[in-house]
């Protein structure tokens, strides 16, 4: 291993290199507003001063407990009812063809229900609060993981089944040691893009039905013509959303090692 | 009991241990009905080395994957120690042409190895004294902690052979399995085979295209036909146990035995084509 210390050294600067250039263009930006709204008397656009010092006011760290942490954790929980139920589903649809066909037209109409049309009725059912939300960040984020996951699952060589079969492979060995980590690209794409999709869709329904939350919070201040507090909520949802796919990020490079080592030239 | 030939070189009063009885396999419905098997018969006796060669297009991994249980015959059955094949049974197992798809790519290759046993009711340390051992046997102690994609094609199909070593079977079933390596790996592979088959006084069933490789491996040669397969015919090569790349290929017995095939099987083409 004598050639990894250099090779760590050139990889490190390239990461710093990266980082650097990704943060320029913020940066610019964020001077560039500071200095263009500095004076600016505008009720709808406030000096980003005045955004700013909103922002530590209402959520570094007052509001922070009781409103961004309902929201990170109704997003928390919805995602992994997602994952679990999506990742079930598709599998059992992708080991039966059959009934993946079957239940093709049903799937593909319930999903392309806009979720927005399925809030009012979600709200009637299960009234203001948590269980609304986690029950529609559930709802719509398990589609693209079930949809990923089946594809996955459809995509397994025959190879690998001959070989499972052939060699009585049991269930539950069959199922996390093969079936899962050979759709596993395919259940994380599926997971990246209902990230995404639970993030806007937490905020939604805190708009439309809550008592607490990030959304809850930005609503009051539009109500009250807080503009700099609607502004200072978009800012935090902004971070949070960043924040949310660097941490993916990572977890999908932990966990996708193999698959992504395996396509470099060894 | 049908009285098919005692095979070459076995005492007949030994019953064979794969026993394959008027294979029939028919695909599509009526419409688009294809017989693939007409009625294949076939006998392995215990520690033989069988190569079964024909000419491409017929239905060599149709019918291994019948007597390995993987696909229900139509007609006829294969009969292993005495029971009837109908679901993969653990005397056997398969090692499939292409490595590259057979290895799990996110498992070390002891890993790999080792993944049959879990079905089985054996400790952790057997699972991994056994898992050793087979890939010591295919020479790969140095390689267990790394990845398939690491090796090269012609170490995979090792570990491919290590993981059906570790299994223990009773008999090995392999599907062309070195019809996508370089001839130098090949040859190689060739006698690994036939080391390890000494060494585990293993019963083997190989199915290959390759002439040389047929006879130079087997104990005896059973040609198939053209579409729809039968078995055309059954020779006993009798060129001894212990064999070698150069020599054993250059005797005028060997060069006979491999006329012989050949001929079988060109005449077969033929008649296929001209029947078209």
Request: proline share 7%.
């Amino acid at each position: 291993m004598g050639t990894q210390p250099p090779l760590m050294r050139t990889r490190l600067t390239r990461h710093a290199r990266n980082l650097a250039l990704e943060l320029v263009l913020p940066l610019v930006l964020l001077v560039l507003w500071w200095f263009l709204s500095a004076r600016s008397t505008s009720p709808y656009f406030p000096p980003l001063a005045t955004i700013l010092s909103q922002f530590q006011q209402t959520w570094l760290f007052a509001h922070f407990l009781s409103d961004a942490v309902p929201t990170l954790q109704h997003l928390a929980v919805g995602f992994c009812v997602a994952v679990v139920v999506g990742v079930a589903a598709g599998i059992v649809l992708g080991s039966l063809p059959l009934l993946a066909e079957a239940a093709a037209p049903v799937l593909e109409f319930v999903r392309s229900v806009p979720i927005a049309a399925l809030l009012p009725a979600g709200l009637l059912l299960l009234g203001i609060g948590p269980a609304f939300q986690i029950a529609v960040i559930a709802f719509s984020a398990t589609w693209p993981i079930l949809l990923n996951t089946l594809d996955g699952v459809r995509g397994i060589d025959s190879t690998v089944l001959d070989f499972a079969r052939s060699y009585r492979v049991p269930m539950l060995v069959r199922l996390f040691r093969i079936t899962i980590p050979a759709a596993g690209p395919n259940i994380i794409a599926g997971m990246r893009v209902a990230v995404s999709l639970a993030v806007s869709v937490v905020i939604f329904s805190e708009l439309i039905g809550a008592t607490d939350g990030i959304g809850y919070q930005i609503l009051q201040a539009q109500f009250s013509f807080a503009v700099a507090d609607v502004w200072a909520g978009i800012i935090l949802l902004g971070i949070l959303g960043y924040l949310i796919n660097i941490v993916f990020r990572g977890f999908e490079l932990l966990a996708l090692r193999q698959h992504r080592s395996m396509r470099k030239p060894s | 009991m049908p009285s098919t030939p005692a095979a070459p070189g076995v005492p007949p009063e030994q019953p064979p241990l794969i026993s394959v009885r008027g294979l029939v396999k028919r695909y599509g419905t009526k419409d688009t009905d294809r017989l693939v098997l007409d009625g294949v018969d076939l006998d392995v006796h215990k520690g033989q080395l069988v190569c079964i060669v024909g000419p491409s297009g017929a239905g060599k991994t149709t019918l291994l994957r019948c007597m390995s249980g993987l696909l229900a015959p139509t007609a006829g059955e294969t009969v292993l120690e005495g029971v009837t094949v109908t679901a993969p049974p653990p005397a056997l197992a398969l090692v499939f042409q292409d490595y590259s798809r057979s290895l799990m790519p996110w498992m070390s290759v002891r890993k790999n190895v080792e993944l049959p046993l879990l079905g089985k009711q054996i400790s952790k340390n057997e699972r991994r004294r056994r898992a050793d051992e087979a890939l010591a046997a295919v020479g790969l102690t140095g390689s267990r902690g790394q990845y398939p994609w690491q090796l090269s094609g012609g170490m995979q199909q090792r570990v491919a052979i290590a993981r059906a070593l570790a299994y223990r079977p009773h008999a090995l079933i392999m599907d062309e399995p070195f019809a996508s390596v370089d001839a130098q790996t090949r040859a190689d592979l060739e006698d690994l085979t036939l080391q390890v088959r000494e060494m585990y006084e293993m019963t083997v069933i190989l199915v290959t295209h390759d002439i040389d490789e047929a006879v130079y491996l087997g104990d005896e040669v059973v040609v198939l036909s053209g579409s729809p397969t039968r078995v055309r015919e059954r020779i006993t090569i009798d060129l001894g146990r212990s064999r070698d790349q150069l020599t054993t290929k250059s005797t005028p017995e060997f060069v006979a035995l491999r006329g012989q095939v050949l001929q079988l099987i060109r005449r077969d083409r033929y008649a296929t084509r001209t029947a078209d």
